[in-house]
């Protein structure tokens, strides 16, 4: 089987590689400033765990080549911009939004928006960094720098968040998994709770919505679409073209993780439907110091990531996958006492999505 060359060397990529192992498939995670000819491109099918990076002797190299998948989607969805304008193009529902261009425009923002805003840079965002709420009178407070590089967006009242994770074949069959519940604070996500059997309308909802992406970009592999549950509706929020945090819990909850559907959909191997036998949590471990207590219990599946820790950084996560909800929730009671404070909220918010 072909090798795989990952554009990016962080947790994604790890996590890829250690997904490709069993499947005999090596891959190589990629950090943008190896030297070109350190690296095994030229016979691999590439892909990436990052939608945007800076230009280096690699990048420049695998940015021309033919076997970088979805290539040139990448672009399209790394900037916030063009990626509204795919899901207004395709009459996806959205969170209504326009373009920041010049402090003048605030007046007319909130007469159209209302009073919530939230800017968004258009690229290098991410777990909720480069974005400001924004009420009126607040608006003073935004960097000058901002204008041009930001979209303004509605503040959505929403009742929940889930995300759809989904993968599409060169022959154009898509297969996905249930939607996840997740849990958001301060941006960045803490807690996902995934249930065997979701909602039916609001998967066929959202299963509908990347498909008809999906199958406009004539993407491949896997990709996440973040939504916000409004009524009995889907808004999406954005889209990753790429594995995603909020399917982490596909290692040890599904048959097939979203990592080894990504290999196997860019390598053109089968991509039959995952199976999703149990419900399954997924903590992010955030800042957080390893504690080799969290293996004292027999349902928790540690994933370390090896990197620094640091405030808000995301270091690992914990899966928790099994049949009996009950037993779930009781292993989260005592996990509780292993966890920093700021943990207690994501672990009951799961509690309660369980019951
Ligand atoms: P990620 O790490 O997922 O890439 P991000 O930094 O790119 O995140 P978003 O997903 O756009 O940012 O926003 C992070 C979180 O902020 C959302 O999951 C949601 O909780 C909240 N949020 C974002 N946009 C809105 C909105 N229009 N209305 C209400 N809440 C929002
Ligand atoms: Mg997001």
């Not at 891959?27 to 030297?35: F, K, Q």
């Not at 036998?277 to 969290?294: A, D, F, Q, R, Y």
């Not at 990531?305 to 270091?315: D, S």
Request: proline share 8%.
């Amino acid at each position: 089987m072909k090798p795989v060359c990952v554009l990016g060397n962080g947790q994604l990529g790890r996590m890829l590689r250690q997904a490709g192992e069993p499947l005999g498939v090596a891959v190589y995670p990629i950090g943008l400033d190896a030297e070109p000819e350190s690296v095994p491109y030229q016979r691999s099918i590439i892909t990436a765990e990052i939608e945007r990076w800076p230009e280096t002797a690699l990048t420049r190299e695998l940015s021309h080549h033919n076997a970088f998948i979805n290539r040139d989607i990448f672009p399209l969805l790394a900037d916030r911009l063009p990626q509204k304008q795919l899901l207004d193009t395709l009459g996806l529902a959205t969170a209504p939004w326009k373009l920041l261009s010049a402090p003048d425009q605030w007046p007319y923002f909130f007469s159209e928006l209302g009073d919530f805003i939230i800017v968004k840079r258009r690229t290098g965002g991410y777990d909720g960094r480069g974005q400001w709420r924004i009420r009126p009178g607040k608006e003073a407070d935004l960097p000058a720098e901002i204008y041009g590089e930001c979209i303004v967006e509605q503040g959505i009242p929403f009742s929940g968040e889930v995300s759809l994770v989904g993968a599409r074949n060169s022959h154009g069959k898509s297969v996905f998994y249930p939607l996840t519940h997740n849990l958001h604070q301060e941006g960045i996500l803490r807690t996902s709770v995934a249930l065997p059997n979701t909602n039916p309308q609001l998967q066929r909802q959202a299963e509908e919505m990347l498909s008809s992406i999906m199958e406009h970009l004539n993407y491949i592999g896997v990709m996440a679409m973040e939504c916000f549950i409004v009524g009995d509706d889907l808004l999406i929020n954005e889209l990753a073209p790429r594995v995603h945090n909020s399917g982490h819990w596909t290692q040890n909850g599904a048959s097939i993780s979203q990592f080894e559907l990504h290999l196997r959909a860019i390598l053109d191997l089968p991509i039959p439907q995952p199976e999703i036998l149990s419900p399954s949590v997924m903590i992010n471990l955030i800042g957080t110091e390893i504690n080799p207590e969290w293996l004292s219990l027999p349902l928790v599946h540690l994933h370390w990531y090896g990197k620094e820790v640091r405030p808000m950084r995301k270091v690992g996560h914990l899966n928790l996958a099994h049949p009996e909800q009950d037993i779930l929730k009781a292993t989260l009671n005592s996990l509780m006492p292993l966890l920093p404070a700021e943990y207690q909220n994501g672990l009951e918010w799961a509690q309660n999505k369980l019951s």
